[in-house]
């Protein structure tokens, strides 16, 4: 799932787990990976729980913004695993957006 709006990045793995819980109203233990952007599209942090803890993942890019970010009125974007690899490597050729 990506959620559509920055984030703010200050926070850790308890502020991302809070944000799914309040403001995207998902149970962040369900083992569904959630992918976060930060304001300036520089750096996305990925949240999934594996049963006994939760991962927080980053990816920084060392030059440019990420191209490609869904554009969306819902605050979650289903995406698969194609998609997600397009984003994540900055390649929205294969991106569809929504």
């Known amino acids: 799932m990506i959620a559509i709006a ?3 990045f200050r926070c850790g793995i308890d502020g991302f787990v ?5 403001q995207l109203n998902q149970d962040a233990k ?13 750096m996305v942090r990925a949240l999934v729980y594996d049963g006994t803890g939760y991962w927080l993942m980053t990816k920084r890019l060392s ?10 009125s819902a605050s979650l974007c289903n995406v698969v695993a194609r998609q997600l690899r397009a984003l994540l490597t900055n390649n929205d050729e294969n991106w569809i957006k929504t």
């Open 18 to 22: 809070a944000r799914c819980h309040k």
């Open 6 to 8: 920055p984030a703010d």
């Open 63 to 72: 030059k440019g913004k990420f191209k490609g970010w869904p554009k969306s």
């Open 30 to 42: 369900s083992g569904i990976l959630y992918v976060f952007i930060n304001r300036r599209k520089t």
